[in-house]
């Protein structure tokens, strides 16, 4: 049975260097540290790499991301694999568990995540099984 859950997250950014092989290319690389905050609490990171047109509001990005802590007291991790996009503003995310990545008392999770942006501030949505 699928639960959907909803918290808030901060995020650290920390640019990190484009070779020279992907600097023709235009993109961007970071790295994310993110703190977890209700039903699912820790904290997790993310290796992103993406491009964006600033003047158009389009680009994309693709990333992996590992969690460990909690989810509703049951102890473990998994990984995330994000590709999201968006075109003119209008974003489109799939954010999705990767199979079988679980660990300890997350070892059967399966599911995705949405972020929401609001006021500057980071949330999730998450929808899972265990």
């Known amino acids: 049975m699928t639960k959907t859950i909803k918290g808030e997250f901060e995020l650290k950014a920390t640019p990190?260097?484009?070779?020279?092989?992907?600097?023709?290319?235009?993109?961007?690389?970071?790295?994310?540290?993110?703190?977890?905050?209700?039903?699912?609490?820790?904290?997790?990171i993310v290796s992103m790499m993406g491009i964006l047109n600033k003047e158009t509001g389009s680009g994309g990005y693709v990333a992996i991301e590992k969690f460990e802590g909690t989810l509703e007291g049951k102890k473990g991790s998994f990984y995330l694999q994000h590709s999201s996009n968006m075109n003119n503003g209008a974003q489109s995310q799939s954010i999705n568990i990767i199979p079988n990545s679980g660990t300890d008392e997350l070892a059967s999770i399966s599911g995705s995540m949405i972020i929401e942006i609001k006021d500057g501030k980071h949330f999730y949505i998450f929808d899972y099984d265990l």
């Open 16 to 44: 990190y260097e484009i070779s020279d092989i992907e600097q023709p290319l235009g993109l961007m690389k970071m790295i994310f540290n993110k703190t977890f905050h209700g039903e699912l609490s820790g904290s997790s």
